[in-house]
């Protein structure tokens, strides 16, 4: 099994450009998440989707969409990239929804190296 | 919402010695605290965690301890080895600490 799969895995945008990163996963997740990654600033999550079907602002949604494609794919869509949102990005996903009421393990993908220039 | 601090950013110790990382959160709501270690060029990886109702886990080498009064958490790595050396990031639900370095110097 692949676990959670990104592409592209590297992408240089100018701003202004549009893009869309791709994550599938293979574990029958109900939850998948959408972080970016910057130096000093730990992971952020951007938008998270509960359960198929539904989305969710996290807490640096500006800029992004996202897409809960399917249970297994949820994409993250770049409308005008800024250089702003350089950065690594990572698609997680969980058996069931991350709250206060439950814990469930995180399972990332191998992350998204971002540019705009 | 919920805020977490992890300290220290960066941590050299010598191969043998023992490791300790901690983090504090905001939100007394929070009742699950994960710990992830990320290798070189990958995504995080789940090493530990451990729910409000424990004060303490381990497993092997690594244990958690949690202080729910004084909303802080622990990650503590005995007898450090080379293969220790990574970035590992505490977490309260969702919302993850800024990272710490940790080098372990054979």
């Known amino acids: 099994n692949a676990g959670v799969t990104q592409t592209p895995k590297f992408q240089v945008l100018k701003t202004g450009q549009s893009m869309t990163l791709q994550c599938a996963q293979d574990?029958?997740?109900?939850?998948m998440y959408w972080y970016r990654q910057d130096p000093g600033m730990g992971l952020r999550l951007i938008y998270y989707s509960a359960s198929e079907g539904t989305t969710d602002k996290g807490e640096v949604p500006n800029g992004y969409n996202v897409s809960r494609l399917n249970k297994r794919e949820f994409s993250l869509r770049l409308e005008s990239a800024a250089p702003s949102q350089t950065s690594v990005y990572f698609c997680?996903?969980?058996?069931?929804?991350?709250?206060?009421?439950?814990?469930?393990?995180?399972?990332f993908g191998a992350g998204s190296r971002l540019t705009v220039l | 919402g919920e805020n977490v601090e992890q300290h220290p950013s960066t941590l050299s110790v010598q191969e043998g010695d023992s490791a300790v990382i901690k983090c504090t959160y905001s939100?007394?709501?929070?009742?699950?605290f994960p710990w992830y270690k990320q290798e070189l060029g990958k995504g995080p990886q789940l090493i530990i965690d451990?729910?409000?109702?424990?004060g303490e886990k381990k497993d092997q080498r690594i244990a958690v301890t949690l202080n729910k009064t004084a909303k802080h958490f622990s990650l503590h790595i005995t007898e450090t080895q080379p293969e220790d050396s990574a970035v590992y990031f505490c977490a309260a639900i969702l919302v993850f600490g800024a990272g710490t370095i940790l080098r372990v110097k054979s």
């Open positions: 574990m029958n997740h109900n939850s």
């Open positions: 997680a996903s969980s058996e069931a929804w991350v709250s206060f009421s439950g814990a469930n393990v995180l399972t």
């Open positions: 451990i729910r409000s109702n424990v």
């Open positions: 939100d007394s709501a929070s009742n699950y």
